[in-house]
């Protein structure tokens, strides 16, 4: 059975520095075992190296065409082109990185899991301390989207959860306790990339 480690984020955790490691070597990691897929990227160079286009599949507000390259008119589709490029790998890992995982309501995970049925799945999941998360999207959204709401208007409104406990009993409501791996993202010394591959079996500080 295929193993897929899937790294939901969360926001503001190094994600995006997984992403970018992780389809700059990706013909590399192949070679080694572990699969990388290329369905689920965004065909935005700005979001193309991560598989936002699975979480995005349910939420309705992210339409932008160009993203959605060749699933402009089946959304739904990527999930089916992403299990035929998985079972046709020869890869016996695979994965799945997102921080847009993070912002799936139950329902939605619901049907991740589903999606993921036949496989054996491993949920990765970094957390950082609420405030210093809270502060850097904060920042994030000022310096590049124009938020002039105070901050704690603005946490109120936010779209990523701030409860996590909850976003982690519905991770492990769906896919069970002992295959959420939670990880702090403030760990003295950490690096992030070589953490999640670590969880995944595969050690790349060579590459």
């Not at 990691?29 to 349910?58: D, K, M, N, Q, V």
């Not at 993202?185 to 995944?200: E, H």
Request: glycine share 8%; net charge negative; charged share 25%.
């Amino acid at each position: 059975m295929r193993e897929i480690y899937l790294h939901i984020g969360t926001h503001k955790t190094g994600s995006t520095a997984v992403q970018a490691f992780a389809a700059r070597h990706d013909k590399e990691l192949e070679r080694r075992g572990l699969l990388y897929p290329a369905t689920g990227r965004p065909a935005i160079r700005r979001f193309a190296s991560g598989h936002h286009l699975l979480p995005w599949t349910r939420l309705e507000h992210v339409n932008w065409k160009p993203a959605w390259g060749d699933f402009a008119n089946d959304p739904e589709q990527v999930w089916g082109d992403l299990r035929k490029e998985i079972e046709a790998s020869s890869c016996s890992t695979v994965l799945i990185s997102s921080e847009e995982f993070d912002v799936l309501g139950d329902e939605d995970v619901a049907l991740v899991a589903r999606q993921m049925d036949g496989f054996d799945v491993e949920v990765i999941c970094y957390l950082r301390r609420l405030d210093e998360f809270v502060q850097s999207y904060y920042t994030t959204d000022v310096l590049y989207h124009g938020e002039s709401r105070d901050i704690q208007t603005y946490s109120k409104g936010m779209r990523t959860t701030i409860d996590y406990f909850e976003l982690i009993d519905r991770w492990r409501r769906q896919f069970g306790a002992q295959n959420v791996h939670v990880g702090f993202y403030t760990r003295p010394g950490l690096d992030i990339v070589s953490d999640v591959f670590g969880k995944a079996g595969l050690d790349v500080s060579e590459i």
